[in-house]
């Protein structure tokens, strides 16, 4: 009978795990990485801002880079000019791979059980794994982490046009459209023949099928003269507002964790930058309780301030998810038009409170004054999500 003993096992083959697994491996720990394995790299395509992805591990994976990126609503254009780079994601995870000696259990980890001592890993393949630390990096459905279920999610279908396509720098979004149930295009150049393209909801609790997405892509690329097969390579499902964690016993990592972004849905950025502060606090712990470790670890990605900035954050992407095509067109326009300190620490990973709050008073003050309204009902309307928050009356859950 298979059993192994190691001294943390992480449990997941995404960017989160393995990254905690190099921060753990520098420790000097040993590591067993428990997860199906998927052949010639990650499956989603990468693209995040310069300033997150410089000095990380996987800063050597960057195979594209732009001076900024271009917004389209039916309010007019705005230019981020913000660097970008899209990262190879064959490379991304060789990248990691490489550098680990982790041992690897290639089955899907099904559950935890924590002993006296010792946390045991149990396997679909029937499969044992003791360890001293577990971490769960499994991402949006975690196997030892508990989450209440999201409400609203976000949708995208991409694919890669071979084309000539005129794109000089990525399309963050293109929102223009009618639809009742909006979408937008994201739009990432590869090379001067071809492009990867997404089709996108917004946070949503009633997205279109995917059948939908596909058409509306086609009928998007059609209106603006993109022609060629249209490969589908990629589907996400990236539930949106489920909350913070329960900060239990198996301390959590990436979308495991909770650090999908509210209003983007990203999280990889998050991941790069705290996955030393998290296996850290799991070092400076390694003689405590399981329990003690596991709440110091939850500290070092959710501290107060940072749980209170996510609850804001949630309440002002459910807001945006509730207004009509036309009203989000004119909120997107206003947010992206503010200097670019309040976009990029409302948008960035674990902002603080203050951050958070300042860049939502500056919205407000820039929105159309019939959105004003909006917001202004809305708040007195169900004040509680939004006052705690913002007077710590509770951490944000």
Same mark, same amino acid.
């Given at each position: 009978?298979f059993?192994?003993e ?5 449990l997941g ?8 697994a ?5 420790? %000097?720990r ?8 998927r052949?010639?790299g990650?499956?989603?395509?990468y693209?995040?801002f310069h300033?997150?992805? #410089? %000095?990380?591990p996987?800063?050597p =994976?960057?195979s594209?880079h732009?001076d900024?990126v271009?917004?389209?609503? +039916?309010e007019?254009t705005?230019?981020l000019?913000?660097?970008y780079?899209?990262l ?9 791979w %490489?550098?680990?000696a ?5 089955? @899907? =980890? *099904?559950? #935890?059980?924590l002993q006296?001592?010792?946390y045991?890993?149990?396997t679909r393949?029937g499969?044992t794994? $003791?360890?001293?630390?577990?971490i ?8 030892a982490v ?6 609203? #999610?976000?949708l995208?279908?991409?694919? *890669?046009l071979?084309a000539?396509?005129g794109?000089d ?7 223009r459209?009618?639809d009742?149930?909006?979408t ?6 590869l090379d001067?023949d071809?492009v ?8 949503s ?11 509306r ?23 949106? +507002?489920?909350?913070?964690p329960? @900060?239990g016993?198996?301390?959590? @990592?990436?979308?495991? %964790?909770?650090?999908?972004h509210?209003?983007t849905?990203?999280?990889l ?8 502060? @998290? ?7 390694w003689d ?7 709440q110091a670890?939850?500290?070092a990605?959710w501290?107060t ?8 954050? *949630?309440?002002? =992407?459910?807001?945006v998810?509730?207004?009509?095509r036309?009203d989000?067109a004119?909120?997107?326009s206003?947010f992206l ?5 309040h #976009?990029d620490?409302y948008?960035?990973p674990?902002a603080s ?7 939502m008073l500056r919205?407000?003050?820039a929105?159309p004054?019939?959105? $004003? ?7 007195l309307?169900r004040p509680?999500?939004l ?6 009356l509770?951490?944000?859950?």
């Amino acid at each position: 009978m298979f059993n192994l003993e190691t001294d943390i096992a992480i449990l997941g083959t995404g960017p989160a795990a393995l990254l905690c697994a190099l921060e753990a491996e520098r420790r %000097g720990r040993s590591v067993a990485v428990v997860g199906p394995v998927r052949p010639g790299g990650f499956v989603p395509t990468y693209g995040l801002f310069h300033d997150q992805v #410089v %000095g990380t591990p996987l800063a050597p =994976a960057v195979s594209g880079h732009w001076d900024g990126v271009d917004v389209h609503t +039916d309010e007019g254009t705005v230019a981020l000019e913000r660097a970008y780079v899209r990262l190879d994601s064959t490379s991304a995870a060789a990248l990691l791979w %490489g550098q680990l000696a982790a041992r690897v259990v290639d089955a @899907f =980890a *099904t559950g #935890v059980d924590l002993q006296t001592d010792r946390y045991v890993v149990h396997t679909r393949a029937g499969q044992t794994i $003791q360890a001293h630390r577990v971490i769960d990096a499994t991402g949006h459905q975690p196997v030892a982490v508990e989450r209440v279920p999201a409400r609203r #999610v976000q949708l995208a279908l991409g694919a *890669t046009l071979e084309a000539r396509h005129g794109l000089d720098r990525p399309l963050l979004m293109d929102f223009r459209g009618e639809d009742e149930v909006p979408t937008f295009l994201y739009a990432l150049p590869l090379d001067a023949d071809r492009v990867f393209v997404e089709e996108t909801t917004l946070i949503s609790e009633h997205p279109p099928p995917s059948a939908e997405l596909e058409s509306r892509l086609r009928a998007r690329l059609a209106r603006m003269g993109w022609t060629g097969p249209l490969l589908v390579n990629e589907r996400c499902r990236i539930p949106m +507002d489920a909350g913070l964690p329960d @900060f239990g016993v198996v301390p959590g @990592f990436g979308a495991a %964790g909770g650090l999908v972004h509210p209003a983007t849905g990203y999280q990889l950025a998050a991941a790069l930058n705290l996955a030393g502060p @998290f296996v850290a606090a799991l070092d400076a712990t390694w003689d405590q309780s399981a329990e003690d470790a596991a709440q110091a670890m939850w500290t070092a990605i959710w501290p107060t301030s940072a749980r209170r900035a996510h609850a804001l954050q *949630t309440w002002g =992407a459910r807001f945006v998810a509730d207004l009509g095509r036309s009203d989000q067109a004119a909120f997107l326009s206003s947010f992206l038009a503010l200097p670019r300190r309040h #976009v990029d620490a409302y948008l960035g990973p674990q902002a603080s409170v203050g951050s958070v709050a300042g860049t939502m008073l500056r919205a407000f003050a820039a929105l159309p004054f019939h959105l $004003q309204r909006s917001v202004t009902r809305r708040a007195l309307t169900r004040p509680t999500p939004l006052v705690r928050p913002l007077l710590g009356l509770q951490e944000a859950t």
